[in-house]
């Protein structure tokens, strides 16, 4: 079985802040990361290897520097990685990022078929959760979001059990393979990685591909040119009030708690018009 993971690095949203002038995130202002949806991508990539066997392929768009996003899943126990990096790729939208990572899959396809499509829920950066079903809609495979468990994969037959979430709960379905599976934190834990794999990680050289390595692509379905997606602002949530430390005996603690929430009951009749 071989199982191909989409991966993303993306700034750590927890240190990132919005440029004031360009309504953008300032990427330069926090470290790179794997994205975490993904990482647990990969951590069900290598389990279902495990149990049935076969290859994990990760696969990446970026700049060079994204090549350590690919070190961190060979790390977690990934086979190989691929990277496409070229200039004609900067400032894609969700739209063209699928169609660029689609042109890579069907690369990769060409080489050795692919069983199973795995991406996180979604990029914490962009928070879309569009570039997974993207693919799934131009390599027309069936694609199968909020998953919370894989199992019973029966490649000879081309089917794949699924669990995943859905409003009220969750609901159990089957589906053809090859297929494209978005999941969700829940699915696992990743685990410590082994000293191997760490070693393995470090001298690692990921596959890097630039357009011209890719077969049939049509230039204005890349970047900008095939990016329609327009950000018209873009703010930080604003920060919280903080915690309010009530110091004094007992009594003179329950005497300041019931005049907070009264004071807070009102402010919130005002708003509310009462």
Known sequence: MHIVVCIKQVPDTKIIKVNPKTNTLDRSSAPAILNPYDAHAVEEAVRLRAEYGGKVTVLSMGPPQAVNAIKKCIEIGADEGVLISDRAFAGADTLATSYALTKA??????????????????????DTGQVGPGIARRMEIPPI???????????????????RKIENGYEIIQSTTPCLLTVEKEINEVSYSP????????????????????????????????????????????????????????????????????????????KGGK
């Open 105 to 126: 899959i069907e690369k990769i396809q060409k080489q050795e078929p692919i069983d199973l499509v795995l991406c996180g829920k979604h990029a914490i950066d962009g």
């Open 195 to 270: 000293l191997p794999n760490m070693i393995r990680a470090a001298r690692y050289k990921p596959t890097v591909w630039t357009v011209a390595d890719l077969d049939d692509v049509d230039r204005k379905q890349l970047g900008i040119k095939g990016s329609p997606t327009i950000v018209g602002k873009m703010w930080p949530p604003a920060k919280s009030e903080g915690a309010k430390l009530i110091e004094g005996d007992a009594k003179s603690q329950v005497s300041q708690l019931v005049s907070i929430v009264l004071e807070k009951r009102e402010l919130f009749a005002q």
């Open 145 to 163: 979001t909020n998953v919370l468990k894989i199992e019973n994969v029966k490649v000879n037959e081309g089917k794949v059990e699924i669990r």
